[in-house]
């Protein structure tokens, strides 16, 4: 059986975007870490490939830890947060859904946005 080995690294800050697969894995990352941004995301979305390096360089960079919800695997999971759009990213803080922004952000409006809650 296949461990999730970023989710072994620290309850903290992950150094790489953690993959997530039903709402039980995204609420145990939100429980585990003070701040997680989650990019929901679809394959053949050309906005999504544009955004990958930036959410990458986040879950280095930043305290925060950074999830990616496949949208076409998690239908019913990108339905429970309102996702009608992607990319969408979802920012939780202290295990609450705290800001949503729909569509491609800048690394710079992000790491702001990430350092209202962990700083």
């Not at 930043?62 to 990319?87: E, I, M, W």
């Not at 990213?89 to 209202?116: H, K, M, N, P, T």
Request: hydrophobic share 40%.
């Amino acid at each position: 059986m296949a461990t999730d080995t970023a989710g072994d690294a620290g309850i903290t800050t992950t150094s790489e975007p953690l993959h997530i697969n039903g709402h039980s894995k995204l609420d145990e990352i939100v429980a585990e870490h003070d701040v997680v941004l989650t990019d929901f995301y679809a394959d053949w979305c050309g906005p999504c490939q544009m955004l990958e390096p930036v959410v990458e360089h986040l879950a280095v960079e930043t305290n925060a830890a950074v999830a990616k919800v496949d949208v076409d695997a998690n239908q019913q999971l990108a339905s429970v947060y309102g996702v009608r759009g992607v990319p969408t990213l979802i920012l939780f803080a202290d295990g609450g859904q705290v800001e949503e922004i729909v569509g491609v952000q800048g690394e710079e409006q992000l790491r702001s946005l990430i350092g209202r809650y962990t700083e």
